[in-house]
């Protein structure tokens, strides 16, 4: 014996069901452990791992910017000026 739902009833159903569905993809976490944003989650906090990297490639790049003026300065790409005569000039 089938039973028959009326129709009423059953697209009544799935619409809530879609309702609470999609509630419950705005308040869980998205992704790989990421929080909710508010007014759902919590504020997010970036890792001191992060911030120490990115301390790390601030310092790296500054150390390449310092090396690359020391070699043009060793190249000659800044040059001292040169030494003036004191010979009347002819």
């Not at 697209?11 to 419950?24: D, E, Q, R």
């Not at 919590?42 to 090396?67: Q, S």
Request: aromatic share 6%; hydrophobic share 50%; net charge positive.
């Amino acid at each position: 014996m089938l039973l028959r739902l009326p129709d009423r009833a059953y697209f009544g159903g799935l619409a809530v069901l879609c309702l609470l569905m999609v509630a419950l993809a705005v308040v869980w976490p998205q992704g790989e452990g990421a929080r909710s944003p508010a007014p759902f989650g919590h504020a997010e906090i970036t890792p001191d791992y992060v911030k120490v990297d990115a301390r790390k490639a601030r310092a790296r790049l500054e150390a390449e910017a310092a090396i690359k003026a020391a070699q043009a300065r060793a190249s000659g790409g800044i040059q001292a000026p040169e030494a003036r005569s004191t010979e009347p000039a002819r």
